[in-house]
């Protein structure tokens, strides 16, 4: 019932024009647990492990210079998280920007993205 709910809930969101997408906020501090379900923020800080970890294998890895994009699919969105390494250079990269978007490329929320893949 949950997840048919959600499900209702993406597609209108879907559906809604957006505004211009703005960078989610950058959490300083690296998540120390993962939860089932979480505020899509948590995942600013987190490592490529843990991202997995979380939402299991992704759909695509990209590795550019220091950056790395992890993309993960859900039922009727894609999750992109952004990983570099910290701003003293080398260390372990972590999540620094999140964007969600619906299958034809228009932003949805990445909060409601998150909880969809969760529960696929």
């Not at 999540?95 to 619906?102: E, F």
């Amino acid at each position: 019932m949950r997840l048919h709910f959600l499900a209702v809930i993406l597609f209108v969101a879907a559906c809604a024009p957006r505004p211009a997408a703005t960078p989610a906020p950058v959490n300083p501090a690296p998540a120390a647990t993962v939860s089932s379900q979480h505020d899509h923020r948590t995942v600013n800080g987190m490592t490529a492990g843990e991202l997995i970890q979380h939402f299991g294998k992704p759909r695509l890895q990209i590795v550019e210079g220091e950056g790395t994009k992890l993309q993960f699919a859900g039922p009727n969105c894609v999750l992109d998280v952004f990983l570099y390494p910290p701003g003293s250079g080398g260390g372990t990269p972590r999540a620094t920007y999140v964007d969600a978007h619906n299958f034809q490329g228009a932003t949805v929320d990445a909060q409601a993205c998150s909880y969809a893949i969760e529960g696929r």
